[in-house]
Nanobody, 126 residues
Framework: VQLQASGGGSVQAGGSLRLSCTAS?????????MGWFRQAPQKGREFVAA????????TYANSVKGRFTISRDGTGNTVYLQMGSLISEDTALYYC???????????????????WGQGTKVTVSS
């Protein structure tokens, strides 16, 4: 599965951005559990949000809870990360990832994911 993340950019603190993650043509992730991670400069990659294959179960890092929303479209093949009330600490390279169907676990750990996108950069200026 090849994933394509997009939607990053530069925004002022307090602003919003929506990231998208789509599987490449001829592939689909509608049955996969999906997640977003991020990596700030000189820091390790950290969990941001996860959503199950049906879209009914979501999990968030405490640092983004109440500000970010993960969702997937009607086909289940595109996953979004709506980011609001952005702060400078949200500046990072954001990655989407996919877990095989029927995968166990909460989806908050990097090692739980089988496929990764290339990352999209988000810069928040204060």
């Amino acid at each position: 599965v090849q994933l394509q993340a997009s939607g990053g950019g530069s925004v002022q603190a307090g602003g919003s951005l929506r990231l998208s993650c789509t599987a490449s043509a001829a592939q689909t992730v509608y049955s996969y559990n999906m997640g977003w991670f991020r990596q700030a400069p000189q820091k390790g990659r950290e969990f941001v949000a996860a959503i199950d294959w049906s879209g009914s179960r979501t999990t968030y890092a405490n640092s983004v809870k109440g500000r970010f929303t993960i969702s997937r479209d009607g086909t289940g093949n595109t996953v979004y990360l709506q980011m609001g009330s952005l702060i400078s600490e949200d500046t990072a390279l954001y990655y989407c990832a996919a877990r095989e169907p029927m995968s166990q676990g909460a989806g908050t750990g990097e090692s739980e994911y089988d496929y990764w996108g290339q990352g999209t950069k988000v810069t928040v200026s204060s």
